[in-house]
């Protein structure tokens, strides 16, 4: 083999240097894949606050569960098929959406990031999806709708025990230009979260041995939470507890069909029910006349060993989904497996968990970069299976036991 001494032209390629990413907003910018922003989430955020995130339920194999389902999928492609342009928008009661996808409603969201609900409204008007307020977010319905007046608003209920409250909740929700109400139904009392318990979870946190230790290792953080707006429930008083404790103390276990009934009433738009599990309760609930479902086990955070959404999805979409809109949450860390939810019939897919990991990296700029990255991967999905419109992928999807 005769060999040469090589070209500076021909090496010069190779010892490129890329700048260092000195900023959240450049790292954010940078990571590939959710899990990246995870890992960035984890190195720039308190344990406690992280693990909230991240955790689940008891042993959290619901949550495993969950991803195990999205993991078992497998695609049908059709090759030879025209997708040098696809339309990744849909329907969603009633309303055009950019993509199948809605920002889901998470608690406590300024404890990730001071920016809050506002920065993932922002984020979702850019993507052109639906974003929803929980009861237990810590920025009001005024103060969302006046940050971010036209992205589409969704707002989540908790029932109370305290029914008048509840009244005044819905009321303001309505006034504030809320478009759909989201009954959450699978939290008649709190589910038991370890990490929760082990790290002494409170809200707002609460200034021990640990967490004065955590300042130094998370300066940032503390820096943001101390010298902004205090952190604190926007619809309700401030409870000084942990949060299994708050549920606990002021949900209603007793809600029933009868409370179903009372909520739509108060509400004129849409009424869609948050925490189906089962085909016999989608249908139960579907005769009500609901305008939709979301089949989710909140994420693996309440009943560990519930039910898997994935698993459940295809029967409950057979039994109902010819008289209400189906939807469905819980393990989505990837834009394939919203395209894998929707193959198996789910109308939209809600995240939390995602975006809260870009929220945790890098503020609104990481929230963005989630359901960026989500919205390309659901794309490229589409292309390399052959589908040109959301609803040619229907179908192109088998599972294996998960």
Same mark, same amino acid.
């Given at each position: *083999?005769?060999?040469?001494?090589? &070209?500076?032209? @021909?090496?010069?390629? *190779?010892? #490129? =240097? ?8 450049? !790292? ?24 909230y995130v991240d955790g689940g339920?008891?042993? @959290? @194999? ?32 009633? @309303? ?13 969201? !300024?404890?990730?990031?001071?920016? #809050? ?7 979702? $008007? /850019? ?5 929803? %307020? ?7 319905p005024e103060s969302l709708a /006046? ?8 707002? +989540? ?54 967490? $004065? ?32 404790? *708050? =549920? ?15 909520? &739509?009433? +108060? ?6 029910? &948050? ?5 016999d309760d989608a249908t139960r ?24 959404? $994935? ?11 010819? &008289? ?28 939390? /968990?995602?975006? %809260?990991?870009? %929220? ?19 794309? /490229? ?22």
């Amino acid at each position: *083999m005769k060999r040469r001494i090589p &070209k500076w032209s @021909e090496l010069k390629p *190779m010892f #490129g =240097v890329a700048a260092p990413r000195l900023t959240s907003g450049s !790292r954010v910018a940078a990571a590939p894949a959710i899990e990246d922003l995870r890992a960035l989430g984890r190195r720039r955020t308190p344990r406690a606050v992280f693990d909230y995130v991240d955790g689940g339920a008891g042993y @959290e @194999e619901s949550l495993d569960r969950s991803r195990r389902a999205y993991r078992a999928v497998e695609f049908r492609p059709q090759v030879l098929t025209d997708v040098s342009s696809v339309d990744t928008s849909t329907q969603v009661l009633g @309303e055009s959406i950019a993509m199948p996808l809605v920002c889901a409603p998470t608690g406590f969201t !300024r404890m990730m990031h001071v920016a #809050g609900e506002v920065a993932v409204a922002r984020s979702a $008007l /850019r993507a052109g999806i639906p974003y929803t %307020l929980s009861t237990m977010g810590t920025t009001s319905p005024e103060s969302l709708a /006046r940050a971010v007046p036209n992205v589409s608003r969704w707002f +989540q209920l908790y029932l109370w025990q305290n029914r008048s409250a509840s009244r005044e909740l819905i009321g303001r929700a309505r006034e504030a230009g809320f478009r759909v109400l989201t009954l959450t139904v699978d939290t008649p009392v709190a589910g038991e979260r370890l990490r929760d318990v082990r790290n002494g979870l409170t809200v707002p946190p609460k200034l021990t041995f640990r967490t $004065l230790a955590d300042m130094a290792m998370h300066p940032g953080w503390w820096f943001d939470l101390l010298t902004t707006e205090p952190l604190e429930f926007a619809s309700l008083s401030n409870f000084d507890g942990t949060v299994a404790e *708050m =549920v606990d103390q002021m949900f209603d276990p007793s809600a029933d069909l009868e409370t179903l009934e009372w909520v &739509k009433a +108060q509400w004129d738009g849409p009424v869609v029910v &948050k925490g189906i599990q089962s085909v016999d309760d989608a249908t139960r609930i579907v005769a009500t006349g609901v305008d939709g479902i979301v089949v989710s086990n909140h994420g693996g955070r309440q009943l560990d060993k519930a039910p898997t959404p $994935l698993d459940v999805l295809p029967g409950v979409v057979s039994a109902v989904g010819s &008289k209400t809109e189906v939807m469905i949450d819980g393990g989505v860390m990837n834009g394939a497996d919203v395209a894998a939810a929707v193959a198996l019939g789910a109308k939209a897919v809600l995240v939390g /968990r995602a975006y %809260l990991y870009g %929220l945790m990296a890098g503020g609104e700029a990481g929230a963005s970069r989630a359901l960026e990255i989500l919205g390309s991967q659901f794309t /490229r999905t589409m292309q390399l299976t052959g589908a040109r419109t959301v609803a040619e992928l229907v179908g192109r999807v088998d599972t294996r036991p998960s």
